[in-house]
């Protein structure tokens, strides 16, 4: 079953029939024939999402779940890019949970640029429906190769848990309820089951991603994006953003509307449309600063509602959990076991390939300085994502060789240290530990277990470099640099 791309679109046309003067006794029969073969054909070819959607006969049976809700409302997304953009609009998601008092689906951490969202500034981002359909593909795919992380296995939430400021529920949790699945069977070698789980689950993506449209008072899927809106929340509702497409690009992109800004609890809360739904579906909750706004989110202060206020300040900072940060303190304390500068050179990612020279600028003159004031070798920890093997003809390949002047320091892969950290993230699974409010379920118990251990050297790297007591140099406009500098402001390794 492919998991990949999907479109939205419906049928092209409808069988028309001629009208006939001709009415014969074989008419009825003929019919009856005919339409019986075409329904048996129907039922035995698969057709591609990309080319119907879903039928109203094909729902799966979402509408019970709804009927059977104890009250308690939900709300999903869609992430995409990097780790750093995810944990961005993770931020962004709690934020609009706690406004519309629902129970936020807590995603996995998503392959590195798996699902791309597209340029905000330029008005070319994808669709939400499709946006929201790729990432639940990806999810699925990360569940049937059985190395599902969850954001929650990463980023401690267990102060918002323990205050109720937030109710979160594990996306496995949300599939096996809401799809009405055992996920234990994406992880069976019975192709026939396999292949009616994976068929079900797509049914189930393209109902929840929007593709069938708003389903009563059970979902609404939201088609807002950062071309058409900037959220706010008590504040600026309804007048046009500062920024807006110019004419060239209006032309260029057909665009017919003016991007505006709106307080989501008036749009999507209590008394609206949305409000009343058991699912509310987001696309991207992405944001970023462009020529004095923001591109999608824009609520950063709650004037008069002091416990979103407090949770924003709450929510600034997301550690890591433990096993991570300890096991970045050890490599810091134990390893390195010396006064360190951290460098994070991002190099060969998108627009920083280009910008080698400015990039190891700043770092040469900072190592100069400190070789002018401290004791040599000067310890330095690198963060990049140049393979060693590269750097020989780079600033890196001339720092290795001034051994008498700089010992360096990288986190290798295979590191045990690494290793040991990743299995102690699958025993703690705190992803299927959270639990919502009407929730019984346990998620434990339909846990594929891993055929390999997660990712997680970025995280851990993160946590030494906000251990450099000589400092930290980053890359220009680098969200991981951004990351770090906000762990070392809070203190994320005392």
């Not at 330029?122 to 593909?137: A, C, I, M, S, Y």
């Not at 003159?365 to 140049?386: A, E, N, R, Y």
Request: overall charge positive; some cysteine.
């Amino acid at each position: 079953m492919d998991f990949g791309h999907r479109h939205g679109g419906g049928v092209a046309g409808k069988w028309k029939r001629k009208p006939t003067i001709l009415h014969t006794h074989r008419t009825p029969l003929l019919l009856a024939a005919f339409t019986v073969i075409v329904l048996f054909i129907s039922s035995k070819i698969f057709i591609s999402p990309s080319l119907l959607p879903l039928s109203r006969d094909s729902r799966p049976p979402l509408g019970r779940r709804c009927a059977s809700s104890t009250g308690e409302k939900f709300l999903w997304y869609a992430p995409h890019s990097g780790f750093s953009n995810q944990l961005s609009e993770f931020r962004n998601a709690i934020i609009m949970a706690a406004i519309l008092n629902r129970t936020l689906i807590v995603p996995p951490v998503l392959d590195h640029h798996a699902v791309a969202l597209g340029s905000c500034p330029k008005f070319r981002v994808l669709d939400p429906n499709e946006l929201r359909f790729r990432v639940w593909n990806h999810s699925i795919q990360l569940i049937r190769d059985r190395r599902y992380l969850s954001m929650a296995d990463i980023v401690d939430l267990s102060s918002l848990v323990a205050t109720s400021a937030v109710r979160f529920m594990d996306f496995r949790v949300f599939v096996s309820e809401w799809c009405d699945v055992n996920l234990n069977l994406a992880c069976t070698v019975d192709s026939s089951m396999h292949s009616s789980l994976l068929e079900k689950l797509r049914q189930c993506g393209s109902l929840l991603s929007g593709f069938d449209g708003n389903v009563d008072a059970c979902l609404f899927a939201s088609q807002e994006d950062c071309r058409t809106t900037v959220w706010t929340y008590q504040t600026d509702d309804g007048v046009l953003d500062s920024f807006q497409a110019d004419k060239e690009l209006k032309k260029k992109r057909k665009i017919s509307s003016s991007r505006t800004r709106k307080d989501v609890f008036r749009a999507l809360g209590p008394g609206s449309t949305a409000g009343s739904a058991t699912v509310l579906a987001f696309g991207s909750l992405f944001t970023g600063p462009y020529k004095g706004s923001e591109s999608h989110v824009d609520i950063r202060e709650a004037p008069n509602d002091q416990r979103i206020q407090l949770l924003i300040q709450k929510i600034e900072f997301l550690p890591f959990v433990s096993e991570i940060l300890n096991a970045g303190k050890s490599f810091a304390h134990q390893t390195i076991s010396a006064p360190f500068l951290c460098a994070q050179l991002r190099l060969l990612d998108g627009q920083f390939k280009n910008h080698w020279d400015a990039t190891f600028q700043v770092l040469k003159q900072t190592l100069d300085s400190l070789k002018q004031k401290g004791s040599l070798p000067i310890h330095v920890f690198i963060m990049t994502d140049l393979p060693r093997l590269n750097w020989t003809e780079s600033y890196l390949g001339n720092l290795e060789k001034e051994s008498d002047a700089f010992k360096l320091f990288v986190l290798r892969e295979d590191d045990e240290l690494v290793a040991q950290t990743a299995k102690k993230l699958v025993n703690a699974a705190y992803g299927l530990k959270l639990q919502s409010v009407s929730s019984s379920f346990d998620g434990r118990e339909q846990q594929c277990s891993p055929l390999s251990l997660p990712d997680i050297p970025l995280y851990v790297e993160e946590t030494i470099c906000s251990c450099a007591s000589l400092g930290f140099i980053g890359t220009a406009g680098s969200t991981i640099a951004n990351s770090i500098e906000l762990m070392r402001k809070n203190r994320a390794c005392s």
